[in-house]
């Protein structure tokens, strides 16, 4: 008898919510963006931004692409 096993890559760039934006980052897109709260000058900026993370990084949200 045979026994074969399948192992999967849980790693950020096999995952159905990351995006690419080069061949090692991207961004998570498993949550709305986030408000990044930053200072210019004598200004305070806001942006939302989805987290940015490298291909091989991996978290627990991790759902197959």
């Given at each position: 008898?045979?026994?074969?096993?399948?192992t999967?890559?849980?790693?950020?760039s096999?995952c159905?919510y990351w995006?690419?934006?080069?061949?090692?980052?991207?961004?998570?897109?498993?949550?709305a963006?986030?408000t990044?709260?930053?200072k210019?000058d004598?200004?305070?900026?806001?942006?939302?931004?989805?987290p940015e993370?490298k291909?091989?990084?991996?978290?627990?949200?991790?759902a197959?692409a």
């Amino acid at each position: 008898m045979s026994t074969s096993t399948t192992t999967v890559a849980k790693a950020c760039s096999a995952c159905a919510y990351w995006k690419s934006s080069s061949a090692t980052f991207g961004e998570c897109r498993r949550h709305a963006p986030q408000t990044v709260v930053f200072k210019v000058d004598a200004d305070t900026k806001f942006e939302s931004r989805f987290p940015e993370t490298k291909a091989a990084d991996w978290c627990g949200d991790f759902a197959q692409a």
